[in-house]
């Protein structure tokens, strides 16, 4: 089992940054993929970016390559912890950002979400 709690969400202003954390506890290992997707009003959710438990492998989904950045604090024994720099923020970022693992076995956990509000 893996428990994954979000945080850091809120409202910005176009252009301006917000970092999402993940604190993820439970059975995690090196081979674990955890990331995030977003979920937009009205919208199927989407993937966003995704990273190696063990801190390789980073993929970003073309809508924020450049502008988001993943990563993670595998450090301590009982929770990593994956964060999401989220810089040069659009109104079309809006959404639900939710945390997720997958292991090789394709066994998902997911997170409530955390809301990010981009105004105009």
């Known amino acids: 089992q893996v428990q994954l709690v979000e945080s850091g969400g809120g409202l910005v202003q176009a252009g301006g940054s917000l970092k999402l954390s993940c604190a993820a506890t439970g059975s995690i290992s090196s081979s674990d993929t955890l990331g995030w997707y977003r979920q937009a009003p009205g919208q199927q959710r989407e993937w966003v970016a995704s990273?190696?438990?063990?801190?390789?492998?980073?993929?970003?989904?073309e809508a924020v390559n450049g502008r988001f950045t993943i990563s993670i604090d595998n450090t301590k024994n009982t929770v990593n912890t994956v964060y999401l720099q989220m810089n040069s923020l659009k109104p079309e970022d809006t959404a639900v950002y939710y945390c997720?693992?997958?292991?090789?076995?394709?066994?998902?956990?997911w997170g409530r979400g955390t809301l990010v509000t981009v105004s105009s």
């Open positions: 990273v190696f438990s063990g801190g390789s492998s980073i993929n970003y989904a």
């Open positions: 997720y693992s997958e292991d090789p076995w394709r066994t998902e956990y």
